[in-house]
T-cell receptor, first 112, second 114 residues
């Protein structure tokens, strides 16, 4: 049972444009959401998070939007840079449970 | 402030041998999590530990796998009698407290069972 889904396995975006990565979840107990970035042969690196009491959180080029009614969140990266090419994982926790449940990832490629 | 340190980075074991994976959390972090990533999949939770306590092991296989986080020293994930299906990347993460906080990951140990 995949409680966190990233339906796009890959995404290509021109350098300088906006990258939008999407994530859907099914567990209504989730109340904290995170995005991680991962390069090959390295561990995931934390990017940005959002709690369910907010619908938007911004940090530099990265903005996360949360739509609780649709159980959907998205990560916007603008402007996209070549160094942003990586696999992006959406993760969620909640319901008194500390563990993170991860999506399967989206491979983002920024085209120079 | 050093990040989460995992060793070894790569580990090769023959079927039936034991694998020991080590994780030193970030300084000041007392919460440790282990995750496993199979090829082409996301990270799957295995176990959550605090010093000397297993808090949640709902993701651990029932047999052959165990984890500890002693009062002194690193957290250890132990896999006995490894099989080919155990081949994966194992990641450790740490956080400073419970609740809504990001976990910081190590670089992982890639286990290959031959």
């Amino acid at each position: 049972d995949q409680q966190v889904k990233q339906n796009s396995p890959s995404l290509s975006v021109q350098e300088g444009r906006i990258s939008i990565l999407n994530c859907d979840y099914t567990n209504s107990m989730f109340d904290y959401f995170l995005w991680y970035k991962k390069y090959p042969a390295e561990g995931p690196t934390f990017l940005i998070s959002i709690s369910s009491i907010k619908d938007k959180n911004e940090d530099g080029r990265f903005t996360v939007f949360l739509n609780k009614s649709a159980k959907h969140l998205s990560l916007h990266i603008v402007p996209s840079q070549p160094g942003d090419s990586a696999v992006y994982f959406c993760a969620a926790s909640g319901g008194g449970n500390e563990k993170l449940t991860f999506g399967t990832g989206t491979r983002l490629t920024i085209i120079p | 402030n050093a990040g989460v340190m995992q060793n070894p980075r790569h580990l090769v074991r023959r079927r039936g041998q034991e694998a020991r994976l080590r994780c030193s959390p970030m300084k000041g972090h007392s919460h440790v999590y282990w995750y496993r990533q199979l090829p082409e999949e996301g990270l799957k939770f295995m176990v959550y530990l605090q010093k000397e306590n297993i808090i949640d092991e709902s993701g651990m296989p029932k047999e052959r796998f165990s984890a500890e986080f002693p009062k002194e020293g690193p957290s250890i994930l132990r896999i006995q009698q490894v099989v080919r299906g155990d081949s994966a990347a194992y990641f450790c993460a740490s956080s400073p407290r419970q609740g809504r906080t990001e976990a910081f990951f190590g670089q992982g140990t890639r286990l290959t069972v031959v």
